[in-house]
């Protein structure tokens, strides 16, 4: 079994949300949105996610300061020249990675694996590689050596590596396939 795993929320009821944390018997969940609320799926609320997994013995903690892809660090801020010419300021996670923060949540998760929590992190977007928990997260993660499968539903995962050796078009029409 992987060390991490990672989940969204999009395209699940949270009765099937919890079946899945279940099956993958997962104890903690990280939630690494920046912002953890959602207007289209309240029971993701931070209150009322964290009252329901409590009832199922699973801690929630939100990591939103340390793994949030909405920094408030002007430092990690790059900016890129599109094709257009436009130029836009993004999120650089390179940068990301070199942030006190950024480097006490991982020593923080590292010691919740310690401990024996199987953690999963979480956001909202349905497919991992749209999402910073995969781009991110689940990168810098994998870079010290942890495997990271990142849930796709009941019985499949999608590995760090497969993710990032395989092209975006071809993951797209894999998980498609899935449901």
Known sequence: ???????GYANKSIDEFLTILKNYRITCI????????SIQYPEY???SLKRVLKTNDILYMSFKNEFGARRIEDEVYSKINMYDNTIY???????VYDLDIFKQGVRR?????EQGYKICFLCSE???YD????????EYFERLGYIVDHIVNLTHVLNQRNIEAVSYTHLRAHETSLH
């Open 1 to 7: 079994m992987a060390d991490l795993f990672t989940i």
């Open 30 to 37: 990280i939630d690494v949105r920046s912002m953890p609320l």
């Open 45 to 47: 609320d931070e209150k």
């Open 89 to 95: 300021e993004v999120v650089n996670f390179e940068k």
């Open 109 to 113: 998760v590292e010691r919740g694996i």
């Open 126 to 128: 349905k497919y991992a």
């Open 131 to 138: 999402c910073h928990r995969c781009l991110m997260v689940g």
